[in-house]
T-cell receptor, first 119, second 116 residues
Framework: AQKVTQAQTEISVVEKEDVTLDCVYE???????LFWYKQPPSGELVFLIR??????QNEISGRYSWNFQKSTSSFNFTITASQVVDSAVYFC????????????????FGTGTRLKVLA | NAGVMQNPRHLVRRRGQEARLRCSPM?????VYWYRQLPEEGLKFMVY????????ESGMPKERFSAEFPKEGPSILRIQQVVRGDSAAYFC??????????????FGNGTRLTVT
C-alpha cells in the first residue's frame, strides 16, 4: 500500500529562522514520483517541486531546498530564512506508476503541515 | 487565464439540497481529477475522468455523489441531498491526454462547500 506521512501537524517559527518540513512515504513500487505543494491562506494549491525515485540529488531553489533520501523513504523540505509569506499548509504527495488497467496514476497526499511564520 | 477554473468559489447549501461544482481544465487538458479536502485534513482522491468517460471512481461515495465530463463543457461534480459532513473544499486538477510520468497535477482554486 502507498502512504505519505507528514507527522508535523503545525509548526511555528519566527521570521528568518530556518524550518524543515518532514515527509515520509511508503511504496513498493521501484518507480515513483514525489511532489510538494503549497496551500497559502487564499486556498489554492501551488506546485513547488517534483522528484523521481531515480534522482536522489538534492535540489535548491532560492530559499527552498529538498532532501530526498531513499534509504529512509523521506523527502524533506527546508525553508531557509523564513518569511511571513511562507505561512501556508504544505503537502507532500506520492505518485505511483501508471495503473495498466485504467491508465491512471495514483496520487497520494499527506495530511499537510501548517507552517506559521511570525513577524 | 489558462489555469484550471473552478466555480463557484464558495457554495452554501441547506441540508437536503443539491450541490453542483464545476471545473474547466487547463487548455489542452482532457483529464480531470476531483479531490476532497475535509477541514484540517489532506486531499482525498474522489474520481478521475476523461472526456465522456469515468476512468476511476474508487474514491467517490457510492450514494449521492456523481461526476461527469461531457464532450462539451466543464466537468461537474454533483452532490445530491447534501449533509453537514459534505462540507469541505473540493479541488479539481487536470492533466493532458499524454502526460509524462513526472507531470504534476495542476489544481484549481477549489470550491468551498458549506452545508447548513
Amino acid at each position: 500500500a502507498q502512504k505519505v506521512t507528514q507527522a508535523q501537524t503545525e509548526i511555528s517559527v519566527v521570521e528568518k529562522e530556518d524550518v524543515t518540513l518532514d515527509c515520509v512515504y511508503e511504496t513498493r513500487d521501484t518507480t515513483y514520483y514525489l511532489f510538494w505543494y503549497k496551500q497559502p491562506p487564499s486556498g489554492e494549491l501551488v506546485f513547488l517541486i517534483r522528484r523521481n525515485s531515480f534522482d536522489e540529488q538534492n535540489e535548491i531553489s532560492g530559499r527552498y531546498s529538498w532532501n530526498f533520501q531513499k534509504s529512509t523513504s523521506s523527502f524533506n523540505f527546508t525553508i531557509t530564512a523564513s518569511q511571513v509569506v511562507d505561512s501556508a499548509v504544505y503537502f507532500c504527495a506520492l505518485k505511483g506508476p501508471r495503473v495498466l488497467s485504467s491508465g491512471t496514476y495514483k496520487y497520494i497526499f499527506g495530511t499537510g503541515t501548517r507552517l506559521k511564520v511570525l513577524a | 487565464n489558462a489555469g484550471v477554473m473552478q466555480n463557484p468559489r464558495h457554495l452554501v447549501r441547506r441540508r437536503g439540497q443539491e450541490a453542483r461544482l464545476r471545473c474547466s481544465p487547463m487548455k489542452g487538458h482532457s483529464h480531470v481529477y476531483w479531490y476532497r479536502q475535509l477541514p484540517e485534513e489532506g486531499l482525498k482522491f474522489m474520481v478521475y475522468l476523461q472526456k465522456e468517460n469515468i476512468i476511476d471512481e474508487s474514491g467517490m461515495p457510492k450514494e449521492r455523489f456523481s461526476a461527469e465530463f461531457p464532450k462539451e463543457g466543464p466537468s461537474i461534480l454533483r452532490i445530491q441531498q447534501v449533509v453537514r459532513g459534505d462540507s469541505a473544499a473540493y479541488f479539481c486538477a487536470s492533466s493532458p491526454r499524454i502526460t509524462g510520468e513526472d507531470s504534476p497535477l495542476h489544481f484549481g482554486n477549489g470550491t468551498r462547500l458549506t452545508v447548513t
